[in-house]
């Protein structure tokens, strides 16, 4: 039977789509004014924030973790979309970019093996460690030159990908196969 159609016992409906879109909207008003009401009271003195701060904790976890919670068990659509998940740290590809004159690939790409082992590990991890490595061996490269570089080795069956590669804190590299046994 459809979710609209459902009857609950004692003849109250269940929540329909609409309705729950609507009690997210309030909530989430509610929410806001809390939060503003919440900066006011870190102006107070202590004994006051001390006094209000559990309430108030009391509220957040209750709006956040049980009322939008409900909702989005039962409509997971409506829930917000986590901006981290579409976000594309860079849509540049390998051609796109001009190397210094002070690094030449191989230097770069030792860089990049250096930081990665046979287990997976997050992209931004790895350029991260690279970064660390290029510090140290004096080669002016940024993150976004060294998460191209491990894309395009990826796409090359150097490296093994996992994941969209262009979204580093959610896709994971690792050796490939190859070199999983040298190691």
Same mark, same amino acid.
């Given at each position: ?90 849509? %540049? ?11 030449? !690939?191989? @230097? *770069?790409?030792?860089?990049? $093996? &250096? ?33 191209? %570089? ?11 990908? !996992?994941? @969209? *590669?262009?979204?580093?804190? $959610? &896709? ?12």
């Amino acid at each position: 039977m459809p979710q609209a159609d459902r009857i609950e016992p004692h003849g109250i409906e269940a929540m329909d789509r609409t309705q729950a879109a609507e009690i997210r909207k309030h909530v989430r008003k509610a929410a806001n004014a809390i939060d503003r009401a919440s900066q006011v009271i870190s102006a107070l003195d202590a004994d006051d924030r001390e006094m209000l701060a559990a309430p108030l904790e009391k509220i957040i976890l209750a709006l956040h973790f049980e009322l939008l919670r409900a909702v989005y068990l039962r409509y997971p659509d409506l829930r917000p979309p986590d901006p981290g998940r579409s976000r594309i740290n860079t849509a %540049r590809r390998w051609k796109d970019i001009v190397l210094p004159e002070s690094v030449s !690939e191989t @230097d *770069l790409d030792s860089a990049i $093996f &250096s930081a990665l082992t046979s287990r997976w590990q997050k992209t931004a991890m790895v350029i991260g460690k690279t970064l660390k490595q290029c510090e140290t061996l004096a080669l002016p490269v940024d993150a976004e030159v060294v998460g191209v %570089r491990i894309r395009a080795l990826a796409e090359a069956g150097r490296l093994d990908g !996992e994941g @969209d *590669l262009r979204k580093w804190r $959610f &896709s994971e590299v690792r050796l490939n196969a190859d070199d999983r046994r040298d190691v």
